[in-house]
């Protein structure tokens, strides 16, 4: 499984140009001062923002060598390795926070790799493209072949995104195993948050990605 699996080009916000807008959204749900993972953590531009930004304790596993030595030259503390063979090596609630960022679909076992993500922190921070977005649904109409968008950029014989979904599959997942959904986020092919609320048929049409803050029951 590769990290960053999907990485939207150009998604930057003014403001903020060294992080994308989905890691972005992602930030503004992490509690000041908090203890965070981040599983497949690129080049760890989102570990460098929670650290300037909101004095987090963020800790990285990224697959890639080249990965881990950007993320070592900013300063920080990753470790190479890899979401569907090394969560299990972690200890209960050792986290506030664990996060993965449009990688769930690339793992082997995203169910065991979710659960894990929940075991290991007391909340869970998901990100993964949404496969019913409708430029996706018209490529498959019009054109009968599996679809490209700016978030699903790899011909099928070359992704390794193995596990697609979609918003509604999701969330009927989370309502299956009992994780709670503590919050939801549509954002279109740019990243930016859509005007309305995650829920139903319009978020899984109109939405390129999704973004979830969970929680297990009773936690």
């Known amino acids: 499984m590769n990290d960053r699996a999907l990485t939207p080009p150009s998604q930057k916000s003014g403001g903020h140009k060294d992080i994308r807008r989905d ?5 503004e749900m992490v509690a000041p001062k908090s203890r965070l993972l981040d599983v497949g953590c690129g080049d760890g531009a989102l570990l ?16 890639r060598q080249s990965g881990v030595n950007a993320c070592v030259a900013r300063g920080l503390s ?14 209960d609630a ?13 793992t082997k076992n995203p169910r065991k790799v979710l659960h ?10 998901v990100s993964f493209p949404n496969f019913a977005y409708w430029p996706v649904r018209l490529q ?28 509604l599959d999701f ?23 859509e ?15 999704a973004v979830y803050l969970l929680r297990r029951r009773g936690a």
């Not at 990753?78 to 200890?91: E, F, K, M, N």
């Not at 005007?195 to 990605?209: D, E, H, P, S, T």
Request: proline share 3%; with cysteine.
């Open 116 to 125: 894990e993500m929940l075991r290991i922190g007391r909340r869970a921070i």
């Open 48 to 63: 460098e923002y929670l650290a300037r930004e909101k004095d987090v304790d963020g800790r990285g596993i990224e697959i």
């Open 140 to 167: 498959l109409l019009l054109g009968g072949r599996m679809p490209m968008t700016a978030a699903l950029d790899d011909p099928w014989y070359d992704t390794q995104n193995i596990h697609l979904c979609t918003i």
């Open 23 to 27: 890691l972005l959204l992602i930030a």
């Open 94 to 106: 050792a986290f506030d926070y664990v996060v993965l960022s449009l990688t769930l679909q690339a």
């Open 195 to 209: 005007g309305w609320k995650l829920q139903g048929n319009l978020a899984n049409i109109f939405g390129a990605q």
């Open 171 to 193: 969330d009927d997942l989370c309502a299956r195993d009992g994780i709670v959904v503590e919050q939801r986020i549509a954002v279109d092919g740019k990243g930016n948050r």
């Open 78 to 91: 990753v470790i190479q390795g890899d979401a569907d063979t090394d969560l299990p090596d972690y200890p």
